[in-house]
């Protein structure tokens, strides 16, 4: 097939094309902008666009269909011709429906974990010998892309709750209808299309009504939310608890059968992610022995409490924790594994929600484990979002940290912090975004 792909330079959007491309369909796309690491990934496969922008006479050779991306408006150029000539469009979660409707379909939603739960259940899966596809939300090591579409039997996928396309405003985990699903936890977010909590507690009912009536789906017990809804969907939800776990000199070790298993992550909330992918994994025939054992080789996922260095004075962690429930899961974890580290937290507002006045009081004690506590608060990621800057001090109260308007004002603050403590010290960098200009390798160089 020939396909266009409407904003190509997406973080699944260029791994799905890259994929198809390889399974030997002719792929073409277009962006108005494309970075690292899509850029040199779709420059080596011979796929980036020559120029940056939209070309509505790309269409005119009609390909087959178009895979449209989420960052794509509905007065899109290429979107209009697309439509003027009747050529499919399809958004990369009905692409994905598409493919694997023949297919045992494995979903992990929530607010929470979905990446770390998703790449501890495909871990164990290739770890003991199943073939499966699979769409993931970020870079896995040992998975050449974050998609692969083949005729394995089993599909696992990433479902977010977020919006699929400009002409399809649901959200994309309702396209999957899913065999087995888990939903991790329900904490509000996405507030720029989710208004109210009420709205957003609705997508994940609507989630449940699109499982077929043989479906199971497991949902976390400690969410008084979520399990409001299982009880409505009482006929195909199973509530999981987290897996027993204890510490014993950084290593923590799952409780299980009368055995300890050493595991390669930590955190109570992690624990919980693990017992999910447990029981998916056990739905389809992989028993938790076999589970467990797969466990202790897992190292978790590209920014999901990422090592980016270690030795005996200096730990630095990268998080993609962006919500207030991910950044309260992620300090608490940090500060139970190092008890006796100064912890070092900064937090990049980035997301839509972090920016918004509204949001803001969700934040309040998230921090709180952490003994330095550091906000980035860049005026021009507000202008691009357009979106009113938020008061230096409601962010300093709500957080009870420092703030800064720039990665170059942050790292000697977090330098200094370094410098007063004397003993060992955990730097812990939470965003969906990148600090700015704040290098982080840099930073490394310079404090080792």
Known sequence: MRIHFISIGGAVMHNLALELQALGHTVSGSDDEIFEPALGRLQEAGLLPERFGWFPEKLDSRPDCVILGMHARKDNPELLRA??????????????????????????????????????????LRHNGMDFDYLVGA??????????????????????????????????????????????????????????????????????????????VFTFSGDAALQELSHKH???????????????????F???????????????HNMQNLHAAMRLAESIGLDPTRFLAAM????????????????????????????PSKLRATVEA???????????????????????????????????????RYVLLDPHVFALKRLPVLPDADVSATFDAEVFHSGSMLGPAMQSALKENKGPCIILLMSSGKFDDFSISDFIQKNT
């Open 83 to 124: 439509l003027e000539l009747q050529i499919p469009v399809y958004s990369f979660p009905e692409y994905i429906y598409r493919h694997s409707q023949h297919k045992t379909r494995i979903v992990i939603a929530g607010s929470h974990g979905k990446t770390s739960t998703t790449a501890m259940l495909m871990h164990a």
């Open 334 to 372: 940090v500060r139970e594994q190092y008890p006796d580290h100064t912890l070092i937290a900064a937090y990049e507002l980035h997301t839509y929600s972090s920016l918004s006045a509204a949001f803001l009081p969700d934040y309040r004690g998230c921090m709180e484990p952490a003994d330095h």
């Open 139 to 216: 870079a896995l090591p040992g998975f050449e892309r974050m998609v692969r579409l083949s005729d394995a039997p089993i599909m696992v996928i990433e479902g977010d709750e977020y919006l699929s396309s400009a002409l399809d405003p649901r959200p994309k985990f309702l396209h999957y209808k899913p065999h087995y699903a888990c939903i991790t936890g329900i904490a509000w977010d996405h507030i720029n299309v989710f208004p109210t909590f009420e709205s957003y507690v609705q997508a994940f009912d609507d989630f449940l009504l699109t499982c077929p009536e043989e479906a199971t």
């Open 234 to 252: 009482a006929t195909i939800c199973k509530a999981y608890d987290g897996l027993p776990f204890e510490n014993q000199a950084g290593q923590t």
């Open 254 to 268: 799952i409780q299980h059968a009368g055995k300890s298993w050493p595991v390669g992550v930590f955190g109570r």
């Open 296 to 323: 202790e080789s897992f190292t978790g996922t590209a920014r999901r409490l990422e090592c980016l260095h270690r030795s005996d004075n200096l730990i630095v962690y990268r998080d993609f924790a962006h919500s």
